[in-house]
């Protein structure tokens, strides 16, 4: 397995409160990071400073062996993020809306719709966003996830408004990722049951 990213000496506050100090991790090809913690512990900024939108008061995050503020715009390729918000354009429709977002990372057509093929989502192409169920919006956050290609998933409550088949899914939609040699870091309530290497980190 290759080292993908690791965390040394972490620190970070929102206000006068310390979520975590001196925290460390590693995530390697193939494996999976869950970020375990009560509500309000930091798992949502632990994430928001890995990816660069929250600075950490101390320590230093390497990405492929090196700081990632050495190579931000190189780091950032190869993350992608599944916020628990869908952060799609509700009057767009679910096809211009990934094709909107196929334009800032290259895919192909076929791909494109493979993706939607794979999650349920062929036949509603055509309708805005804003009609869509909450679940099925979450397929299109999913889809935005698979058209990006990077290596590094970073998910923050990934189950939200899905149903029993839809975790099953995301379940399913990570260990292949694993398998093809991508890391995950997740970050949630629910348990995960995932073919692969599974590291924990613990927030208090």
Request: some cysteine; proline content about 1%.
């Amino acid at each position: 397995m290759t080292e993908l990213l690791s965390g040394s000496d972490l620190c970070l506050f929102r206000g006068d409160r310390c979520l975590f100090t001196a925290l460390e991790f590693a995530l390697n090809t193939g494996e999976l990071l869950v970020i375990e913690g009560p509500n309000g512990s930091g798992k949502t900024s632990f994430l928001r400073g890995i990816a660069g939108l929250l600075e950490f008061e101390t320590g230093t995050v390497r990405w492929s062996s090196k700081r990632v503020t050495d190579d931000y715009q190189g780091f950032r390729a190869d993350i992608v993020w599944l916020s628990h918000k869908v952060g799609c354009k509700a009057d767009l429709n679910l096809l211009e809306n990934l094709r909107f977002e196929s334009g800032l990372r290259a895919t192909d057509e076929a791909r494109l719709q493979a993706v939607l093929e794979r999650l349920s989502l062929s036949r509603l192409t055509e309708l805005p966003l804003r009609s869509l169920s909450a679940g099925q919006q979450r397929r299109v956050a999913l889809a935005r996830l698979l058209l990006a290609r990077a290596r590094i998933w970073m998910m923050d409550e990934p189950f939200t408004n899905l149903d029993k088949a839809g975790h099953s899914l995301v379940e399913e939609l990570i260990s292949e990722h694993l398998a093809d040699g991508g890391g995950c870091i997740v970050a949630s309530h629910q348990a995960l049951n995932v073919d692969g290497s599974t590291r924990r980190v613990s927030l208090q």
